[in-house]
């Protein structure tokens, strides 16, 4: 019999798998979804975005359900859109229907990522916390790399509805370990405490009053400014555009249509669940602040390898011996990028926000951070193919690698260090407005 951490870990992974397929399955089979539906560039956002939008309103959406309903039956809802979603894929037939089942499946991916690293966090003891809640990152890459591995081998003889239907497996796993766990005990204790005692926060009421100090005002501020800031900066490092247009990058990289971009997209997917696997060993033990300080570092410097293959192509008449190598010059930068953004912007955000919020806000504050993520992962999903062709792919790199930068400075000047922190002194650091650097002192 698998222990209850166990099945939370298992269940963690099929929730991040049906995020990962989610938000790339789409790329694979763009080219062909193109030609079948006459889309040009603008087409291909809308189909790609519509999912990520829809995403945004499942995350808003998380933290009134979850609230009221409890962890478990907002994970069912997730489920029953998912399995509802990837069955409907089997049988459609137009544009319009494969959007309306993106909008879906994004409702659905939009509430598992609020709740499910909640329910990870709230339900898993504090020397494993770390780990569980950034198994949610490395499904997310898991799935990503199942979608590469299914379109690159069967996009010649499988159906697009059947490549993209693969998420009814994870989505059907999902179900049957969900029923196996118990609710969220914080959730049911806070549940009880409400129920007594409505005031929401009670540790920051002064006597008398019934208004909430400014201090803790201004650090529960703080608090969620700089989760849903670390999410934007994870949105606009590049990783949302280099996930659902990778084949696309490589061709105008220089890698040739079809079978070549594919494979070198494959390439990229490994890269990223690998060095994930990594992360988890590191998280608790490295600490997040070194990794996301030494990771945005190296981000930067991957951003600056592809600007350089760019402009070796772009230049072609100063740079003609090297062009030949520019493709794999962009291979190797990306690669790197893929490498620190998976032991750094990929799962410590999740981890953070698990851990910072304190529990009488927990709902609302990850909810926010991630609707925050949502919205700007849109906004790339939207934009990006458009700003490749009117800017150019260097210009496009060079906005991500001073992202990359800013990422750097703010996790020098104010992400704190929480590894084995139990979350009852990080709450007490943030209701006795701490700050933000020392929270986990």
């Not at 700003?387 to 260097?394: F, M, R, S, W």
């Not at 400075?409 to 139990?422: A, D, F, G, Q, W």
Request: neutral net charge.
């Amino acid at each position: 019999m698998l222990t209850q951490t166990t099945r939370i870990a298992c269940l963690v992974l099929c929730f991040g798998l049906l995020f990962g397929f989610g938000i790339s399955s789409i790329a694979g089979v763009l080219q062909r979804l193109s030609m079948t539906f006459a889309l040009d560039a603008s087409g291909q956002e809308w189909l790609v975005s519509t999912l990520i939008v829809a995403s945004f309103f499942g995350a808003i959406f998380a933290s009134p359900l979850s609230l009221k309903l409890g962890r478990k039956p907002t994970m069912w809802i997730a489920i029953t859109l998912a399995l509802m979603g990837y069955a409907a894929l089997l049988f459609a037939t137009s544009y319009s229907s494969l959007l309306l089942i993106r909008i879906v499946l994004g409702l659905s991916v939009g509430l598992s990522s609020v709740v499910v690293p909640m329910y990870a966090a709230e339900s898993t003891p504090a020397a494993q916390r770390g780990a569980v809640v950034s198994l949610f990152q490395l499904a997310i890459t898991g799935g990503i790399l199942l979608a590469y591995t299914v379109a690159l081998l069967f996009i010649d003889t499988w159906s697009w509805q059947s490549i993209l239907a693969i998420g009814l497996v994870p989505a059907l796993v999902a179900g049957v370990l969900l029923v196996t766990l118990p609710e969220s005990q914080t959730w049911l204790t806070t549940r009880e405490k409400y129920v007594e005692s409505p005031p929401p926060i009670q540790v920051a009421i002064q006597p008398g009053t019934d208004r909430i100090e400014p201090l803790t005002k201004n650090s529960i501020f703080a608090v969620l400014a700089l989760c849903g800031g670390l999410f934007v900066l994870q949105n606009l490092s590049g990783i949302d555009g280099i996930i659902y247009y990778a084949p696309h990058i490589f061709q105008t990289l220089g890698f040739a249509p079809g079978t070549a971009s594919l494979a070198a997209t494959f390439g990229l997917g490994l890269v990223n669940f690998l060095s994930t696997l990594v992360a988890l060993r590191l998280v608790d033990s490295a600490g997040r602040r070194a990794l996301l300080i030494w990771g945005s570092g190296a981000m930067a410097i991957g951003m600056v390898m592809v600007i350089a293959a760019s402009i070796i192509l772009q230049e072609g008449a100063y740079w003609s011996d090297l062009q030949a190598w520019s493709g794999w010059v962009g291979l190797l930068g990306l690669s790197l990028f893929i490498m620190a953004f998976a032991v750094s912007l990929g799962p410590l955000p999740y981890v953070m926000m698990s851990e910072l919020f304190p529990t009488a806000i927990r709902e609302t504050g990850i909810a926010v951070a991630s609707s925050v993520s949502w919205l700007f992962n849109a906004l790339i999903a939207f934009t990006f193919l458009s700003a490749i062709e009117q800017l150019g792919l260097t210009w496009s790199m060079t906005f991500f690698m001073i992202v990359c930068v800013l990422s750097l400075v703010i996790s020098v000047l104010y992400v704190p260090e929480t590894r084995r922190v139990s979350l009852e002194k990080i709450e007490n650091n943030v209701m006795r407005g701490q700050a933000l650097r020392r929270l986990g002192e």
